[in-house]
């Protein structure tokens, strides 16, 4: 099996202009994340690495880190859209297309490489992974969603095959006699989802045709798209074990907030 991981890398951002090329303790974002892809393939020449952007000074910083670039429209709509171009701007012929997000330095190695064992062991059309949420964790997302009801998206999965039924910006599902729950476990019912995703090549092509979904608008998750169109997304579970579970780089509070949690690991 082939796979493919592409990382978009815009340099349009609202709220952090050249976001990619940040420095994060001295690091750029993109070294950060291209770094984790590299850490996830494991030397597997079965596994490449390329970076989809839309800009020159990008591809150049890509480039002296000694990855692949491919240059993508600057008018793809969705970072899906950007990783279906660079899918075929890359020639590489892959089974397998991980879309790993160039603005989340923190994502576990070992998330991607689930998701790549996962296909190749029960291909499908597509997967994404999720991670149980302990109840203090789920104290706390209930908290944030006070006030920033549309951050977190939960999910709602066949434990037995890991076939997404939904996901949601609400807390899913509704938990009815959670005391005993909570007596019974150190673990909520709820599953928390992490913003990667890894196609099939077919998929991913379909994917990109199909008009954006009823549901997809409502809720503004785009894999939403997948589900209403009756095919399949598996959820892989996955655990931090402990790590930072930070969300992506959007601001420059965010850069202060990366560099807090870094400095705060173990260091080599």
């Given amino acids: ?13 609202t709220r952090l202009p050249g976001k990619p090329l940040a420095l994060i303790a001295g690091q ?32 150049d910083h890509a480039a002296s880190l000694g ?23 890359s020639g590489q012929e892959a089974d397998f297309v991980v879309n790993l997000q160039g603005d989340a330095p923190f994502t576990p190695p070992d998330f991607v490489a689930a998701l790549i064992d996962s296909f ?3 291909p499908c059309d597509a997967v994404t992974p999720v991670v149980n949420l302990t109840w203090d964790e789920l104290d706390k997302l209930r908290i944030s969603k ?5 951050s977190g998206t939960t999910a709602v999965f066949d434990p037995q095959t890991g076939r997404a039924h939904w996901f949601s910006k609400n807390i899913l599902p509704a938990l009815r006699k959670e005391a005993k729950l909570r007596e019974a476990s150190p673990f909520s019912p709820v599953w928390r989802h992490v913003g990667l995703y ?21 809720e503004g998750l785009e894999q939403l798209r997948v ?4 095919f399949t ?21 965010d850069i202060a907030r990366a560099e807090s949690l870094l400095s705060a690991l173990p260091q080599p």
């Fill in 120 to 122: 190749r062991a029960a």
């Fill in 28 to 59: 750029s974002l993109l070294s950060r994340v291209i770094d984790i892809a590299h850490q996830a393939a494991k030397g597997d020449p079965s596994i490449h690495v390329v970076v989809a952007t839309d800009d020159q000074r990008i591809g």
């Fill in 67 to 89: 990855a692949d670039w491919v240059m993508t429209p600057e008018s793809c709509p969705t970072g899906t859209d950007r990783v279906f171009e660079a899918a075929k701007a």
């Fill in 198 to 218: 890894g196609y099939s090549r077919v998929m991913l092509e379909r994917f990109v045709a199909l008009p954006e979904g009823t549901f997809e608008k409502l």
């Fill in 233 to 253: 997304l598996r959820c892989v579970p996955v655990s931090y074990n402990g790590r930072p579970a930070m969300t992506g780089i959007d601001a420059p509070e």
């Fill in 227 to 230: 589900i209403e169109n009756g």
């Fill in 1 to 13: 099996m082939k796979t493919l991981i592409v990382i978009p890398a815009r340099f349009g951002s």
């Fill in 146 to 150: 006070q006030t920033t009801p549309f």
